[in-house]
T-cell receptor, first 112, second 113 residues
């Protein structure tokens, strides 16, 4: 079992729709969770982070965390073609060094 | 500078040569991380620095890889006797406190011929 799992996609949604990206993790002691967006040929860009169970909203983005189910998700409302990218889920395991364990990423395609 | 700075942006070298990659973190950030992103493996942790010490080197793939950090700032990642499987994008990230979000540099794309 991989430490952090994501569906590689591609996930295709029409412009204006809600895109839902999911991630599961294996280390039950993990405390911090991050979503990065990566455009082709570019480095990862932080878009959301969440530490507590529940929802956290920032503009069109909502991160959701359920530690009991070891599940974290990212919702993108009113998806735009510019949101087309690979979305990386990253988890800090309980080792406390702060290193990130990344999923393989989900490719999102937003079609005009 | 405002962000994490890495150099060179691209490096092409022959198999067997040594290479040095440089990372200049965001000013004041005490935690620095090196990661590697390759097609088959995704984004993998290599090493973590807190100040000048490296409490977690668990991701370094072999003893050909080493890293240091001086003055609590600039870090260099050295790969000796490069192999073709070392071809990847090497990314550096920094943060002020280890559990806070990490910000990545633009990376060094390393190609081994």
């Amino acid at each position: 079992q991989k430490e952090v799992e994501q569906n590689s996609g591609p996930l295709s949604v029409p412009e204006g729709a809600i895109a839902s990206l999911n991630c599961t993790y294996s280390d039950r002691g993990s405390q911090s969770f991050f979503w990065y967006r990566q455009y082709s040929g570019k480095s990862p860009e932080l878009i959301m982070f969440i530490y507590s169970n529940g929802d956290k909203e920032d503009g069109r983005f909502t991160a959701q965390l359920n530690k009991a189910s070891q599940y974290v998700s990212l919702l993108i409302r009113d998806s735009q073609p510019s949101d087309s990218a690979t979305y990386l889920c990253a988890v800090q395991p309980s080792s406390n060094t702060g290193k990130l364990i990344f999923g393989q990423g989900t490719t999102l395609q937003v079609k005009p | 500078g405002a962000g994490v700075s890495q150099s060179p942006s691209n490096k092409v070298t022959e198999k067997g040569k040594d290479v040095e990659l440089r990372c200049d973190p965001i000013s004041g950030h005490t935690a620095l991380y090196w990661y590697r992103q390759s097609l088959g493996q995704g984004l993998e942790f290599l090493i973590y620095f807190q100040g000048n010490s490296a409490p977690d080197k668990s991701g370094l793939p072999s003893d050909r890889f080493s890293a240091e950090r001086t003055g609590g700032s600039v870090s260099t990642l050295t790969i000796q006797r490069t192999q073709q499987e070392d071809s990847a994008v090497y990314l550096c990230a920094s943060t002020g406190v280890s559990n806070q979000p990490q910000h990545f540099g633009d990376g060094t794309r390393l190609s081994i011929l």
